[in-house]
């Protein structure tokens, strides 16, 4: 299980720090990934972290503007926000699969979502 938390109403220029705290299942195993959804959108990869931490990978929308990490001795992800954007506006879920994939079918866990939105 994941849980997603930190989301908000922040205005454009602004940062958030969402987390993701997971139960239930090895976490150093799995990779962990941010996806956004925006109505009327789909589902899109924002970022993420190899088990180990060491490799990371972002969409090019959020590239230089947001940083994911983990602690997998407290079993959290985190992804650090900045220089948010009226787009970046959605729901964000964290996700963990046991493979880096971009398409979230390969990911076997979910949070629930943390809305995210950025206005002025």
């Known amino acids: 299980q994941l849980q997603a938390s930190g989301g908000g109403l922040v205005q454009p220029g602004g940062s958030l720090r969402l987390s993701c705290a997971t139960s239930?299942?090895?976490?150093?195993?799995?990779?962990i990934a941010w996806f956004r959804q925006a109505p009327g959108k789909e589902r899109e990869g924002v970022a993420c972290?190899?088990?180990?931490?060491?490799?990371?990978y972002y969409a090019d929308t959020v590239k230089g503007r947001f940083t994911v990490s983990r602690n997998n001795p407290e079993n959290t992800a985190a992804l650090q926000m900045n220089s948010l954007k009226p787009e970046d506006t959605a729901v964000y879920y964290c996700?963990?699969?046991?493979?880096?994939?971009?398409?979230?079918?390969?990911?076997?866990?979910w949070g629930q979502g943390t809305q995210v939105t950025v206005s002025s």
């Open positions: 972290v190899g088990s180990s931490g060491e490799r990371t």
């Open positions: 239930g299942f090895i976490f150093d195993d799995y990779a």
């Open positions: 996700a963990a699969s046991e493979v880096v994939a971009a398409d979230p079918k390969h990911y076997d866990y």
